[in-house]
């Protein structure tokens, strides 16, 4: 028996559905384009600028406490391109990968703070934290607050960097994943090395596990299909590497899971498994768990496609002339492109990936169609909508222009709360749930309607079904009203929900 309690059920997946009875489909949405909220112009910043985070610090007021009510803070690495290297001195191509950092007040505007930790050019003005003075190699920097109650003080902003030492000729290349340990999260000290169980050059992510009272941690890996991360790593970069380009061969670029009690020790790596039998190169993972939602995993992780000779379609596609500069330097910086899925799980080790793409590169244009688009920020950000009065919304990030030679620019994206996934009807359709039980006095839920559609929703408890009124409009939390008090007198005992769809889409429910 199902015991949902008062926790928010998104219909993500049919976990709450009677199948057999269902007629309403589950429908993947797709976020909107809004403002760019930063320009990569700074010279440190570089046109490689990439695995953007932000994540929402209430404790935090801003590097000069210009933001009382808490901080949306920003990292990314800069780096100038070898993908694209012809406007660069030497000098520029060898000083190395940066990470920056960005605040802001509203998740919309962005500052680049005077931080005065690093020098650049000659000078300390400028929002580094991180370059190869303190970290010789790192190509990424991601940052939590950790919750942990046993957490020291001193480690509360906590993350992890990937160290990819220089190939070294007649050796095997060894990637390997460390702590970085802050009190402040701008300031940041090595902690202990992770793994070298992996690849690791992507955004690798780690969290505080309240839930499960454990630290998880989801990182690149590459993996042949019918071995596991461990034999996959035993083979080595070099030789798993060169088989991705082998058409016999079933390599790709894939996600390993670890977990740690102390963020110290951690156990080997397990490959993420998936419902689908899809084999594409996963490049990021984006995994988190959804906040509305706690026992819910999203993914919105970064799919690579390579595709394997320049064609016509290449010289009729945007931005030819510096594509077939990548194209010439390296041929897959010229033939790759990249986009966006979404995933969903419910235990954070299996996975519905969804077949459509939730963020496709968008219309043609002179920065777009790159190895380099729909490289998200892995966390929804709740931020105000620009419709006085209406409900807040998801915003998360992303860049374009990746090692073009221009400064990228990021921009905002913007959903639904519970937006990435809906029950769908178009025509009279039908949900039904599995029997459950809540604990609550009023249902609430996530609905959109057109002005003709509508939603009924009917309780069936011991024998007795009670049928609310009709429900439209738009709202992330409107009240569901039943005759007779009917929610709270079914309250811990097993009901069955069924809901009757027309023109409209519903995104979660809640009792309360």
Not at 36 to 64: M, Q
Not at 311 to 331: A, M, Q, S
Not at 411 to 433: C, K, P
């Amino acid at each position: 028996m199902l015991n949902i309690g008062n926790r928010r059920e998104c219909f993500f997946d049919d976990f709450l559905l009677n199948k057999e009875e269902t007629t309403a489909q589950i429908r993947l949405h797709h976020p909107e384009k809004r403002e760019c909220v930063v320009l990569h112009d700074a010279p440190w910043e570089g046109a490689a600028c990439c695995f953007h985070h932000v994540f929402f610090d209430p404790r935090w007021k801003g590097v000069n406490g210009q933001y009382p009510n808490g901080t949306y803070r920003m990292y990314h690495y800069g780096s100038h391109s070898r993908e694209f290297p012809c406007h660069l001195s030497e000098e520029e191509m060898e000083d190395g990968f940066r990470i920056c950092y960005l605040e802001s007040g509203d998740g919309i505007h962005f500052e680049k703070p005077d931080l005065g930790i690093c020098t650049y050019g000659g000078s300390t003005h400028n929002n580094l934290i991180l370059d190869k003075t303190i970290h010789p190699e790192s190509c990424q920097l991601y940052v939590f607050y950790d919750e942990n109650p046993d957490c020291p003080e001193n480690e509360r902003y906590k993350g992890i960097t990937a160290w990819d030492p220089p190939k070294v000729p007649g050796k095997r290349n060894v990637f390997r994943l460390f702590t970085m340990l802050s009190a402040d999260g701008i300031h940041f000290r090595f902690g202990e090395m992770i793994t070298n169980q992996g690849y690791f050059d992507s955004l690798n992510i780690v969290m505080w596990d309240k839930e499960e009272k454990l630290y998880r941690l989801y990182a690149r890996g590459m993996r042949i299909k019918g071995m596991s991360a461990e034999e996959c790593t035993a083979l080595g970069w070099d030789t798993i590497g060169g088989k991705i380009a082998d058409p016999s061969v079933k390599a790709f670029r894939d996600v390993f899971y670890f977990e740690s009690k102390d963020y110290k020790t951690w156990s080997d790596p397990v490959c993420l498994s998936y419902e689908d039998e899809d084999e594409y190169h996963m490049y990021t993972n984006g995994i988190s768990r959804y906040f509305r939602a706690p026992h819910t995993f999203i993914g919105i992780h970064t799919r690579y496609c390579e595709r394997k000779e320049w064609t016509e379609n290449y010289d009729e596609l945007c931005g030819r002339e510096k594509r077939h500069t990548r194209y010439k330097v390296i041929p897959r910086f010229g033939l790759s492109v990249t986009d966006c899925g979404f995933m969903t799980s419910r235990d954070g080790l299996h996975f519905h990936r969804f077949k459509p793409a939730f963020m496709r590169p968008g219309p043609e244009n002179p920065n777009g169609w790159l190895y380099g688009d729909c490289f998200p920020t892995p966390i929804p950000m709740v931020t105000k909508s620009h419709i006085p009065g209406a409900d807040d919304e998801l915003s998360f990030y992303a860049p374009d222009g990746h090692c073009l030679g221009d400064p990228p620019r990021l921009y905002r994206y913007v959903l639904r709360m519970d937006g990435f996934a809906s029950l769908h009807a178009e025509e009279e359709e039908t949900a039904v749930t599995k029997p459950f039980i809540y604990e609550g006095e009023s249902l609430y839920a996530n609905v959109s309607t057109s002005a003709f559609g509508h939603l009924y929703f009917t309780l069936t408890c011991e024998g007795e079904s009670i049928t609310s009124c009709e429900i439209f409009g738009d709202s992330i939390d409107k009240k569901i009203h039943f005759p007779d008090d009917a929610v709270k007198r079914f309250s811990g005992k097993e009901v069955v929900l069924q809901i009757k769809l027309y023109d409209c889409d519903i995104y979660s429910i809640i009792f309360k």
